[in-house]
């Protein structure tokens, strides 16, 4: 944000309308969108069974002595509830072709289960859902900040002409244009200082921290 006005030719980023960057559907943002929360609550639900089975074997098994089957039982229930809907999601993964590290992941579940270390399959169960849960929050977060940087954008902007000052909107801004920047407003677009002072904060124009 400046504090004095200034002129500044606009030299690169000609156009911000939507044949330019592309801007997606809303209906389909809005479904995209929620199909991630669902995911995501999906995969935090995951956890937190195989958080509370685990503790809830080592509670049975170290503190109360029960006896085998009980020790074994929050395992077994985390399995089915956690390790069937994460293996089945990833065998669908896999007849799409798209393979990751977490096919591995779903792998050992299985493997795990088969030689009876149930423990050790609810741990990979925790550490996949948990993971999963853990990376669609930071998409989400940083969602939510590049969403906020997008409604600060100005739709206006001030050229400057022969006769004086015009307001025209930020899509017919061209190429050599000649922009006045008021104090505190952002700068619509890039561009090279003409006259003038003042101080701004880049991360307004360029997304960057």
């Known amino acids: 944000m400046s504090d004095a ?3 500044a030719e606009h030299g690169g980023i000609a156009d911000r309308g939507e044949k330019e960057v592309g801007i997606p559907d809303p209906q389909s943002r809005t479904s995209f969108a929620s199909s991630a929360s669902r995911q995501f609550h999906r995969d935090l639900v995951i956890a937190c069974i195989a ?3 685990i503790t809830l074997h080592i509670v049975f098994r170290y503190i109360f ?7 074994v039982l929050p395992l077994y229930l985390t399995l ?6 994460l293996v089945f999601r990833l065998i669908q993964k896999g007849l799409a072709r798209e393979f ?3 096919l591995l992941a779903g792998l050992s579940i299985v493997v795990s289960t088969m030689m009876g270390q149930y423990l050790v399959g609810a741990i990979v169960v925790l550490m996949l859902s948990g993971g999963t ?14 969403e906020a940087l997008a409604r600060r954008m100005p739709q206006t902007a001030h050229r400057k002409t022969a006769t004086g000052i015009t307001d025209i909107e930020v899509g017919r801004i061209a190429v050599g ?22 101080r701004m904060n880049e991360a307004y124009l ?4």
């Open 80 to 85: 089915i509830l956690g390790g069937v809907p």
């Open 100 to 102: 990751g590290s977490d």
């Open 177 to 198: 244009d000649a922009l006045v920047v008021f104090p505190y407003e952002i700068c619509p677009v890039d561009g090279v200082v003409l006259e003038g002072q003042g």
């Open 133 to 146: 849960a853990l990376e669609e929050f930071a998409m989400r977060r940083a969602s939510s900040v590049l």
């Open 65 to 71: 002595h029960t006896p085998g089957f009980a020790q």
């Open 51 to 53: 958080l509370l089975g």
């Open 5 to 7: 006005p200034f002129t």
């Open 206 to 209: 360029t997304g960057e921290p």
